[in-house]
């Protein structure tokens, strides 16, 4: 079963800028479509953007212009840069593969907790 670890949340200031890593125990990205999930307090999850299996991005309206998808293949890994970081993106950020019907199991996230 392929394993998939969130990394880098933290407490952040508003119009600060976090990286967060999504580390995967195979080399999955190739293969699979992917996306950064978050989850904020009172609300459904809900899909941040996404990433091909070649490599193109999108994203959602809220988060368009100041989020950034990147992967690194040679390390498994892909990215989230959250740029001019904004209160309403307090939440706990997943990854996943981007079809419902081949996601694995939720972990437990990353934090990112915006505040002044």
């Known amino acids: 079963q392929v394993q998939l670890v969130e990394s880098g949340g933290g407490l952040v200031q508003p119009g600060g800028s976090l990286r967060l890593s999504c580390g995967a125990s195979?080399?999955?990205?190739?293969?699979?479509?992917m996306g950064w999930y978050r989850q904020a307090p009172g609300k459904q999850r809900e899909l941040v953007g996404s990433?091909?299996?070649?490599?193109?991005?999108n994203y959602a309206d809220s988060v368009k212009g100041r989020f950034t998808i990147s992967r690194n293949s040679a390390k498994n890994t892909m990215y989230l840069q959250m740029n001019r970081i904004q209160p309403e993106d307090t939440a706990v950020y997943y990854c996943?593969?981007?079809?419902?019907?081949?996601?694995?199991?939720w972990g437990q996230g990353t934090q990112v907790t915006v505040s002044s």
């Open positions: 990433m091909s299996t070649s490599g193109s991005t």
């Open positions: 996943n593969r981007l079809l419902k019907t081949l996601f694995l199991p």
């Open positions: 195979t080399s999955i990205f190739s293969f699979y479509a």
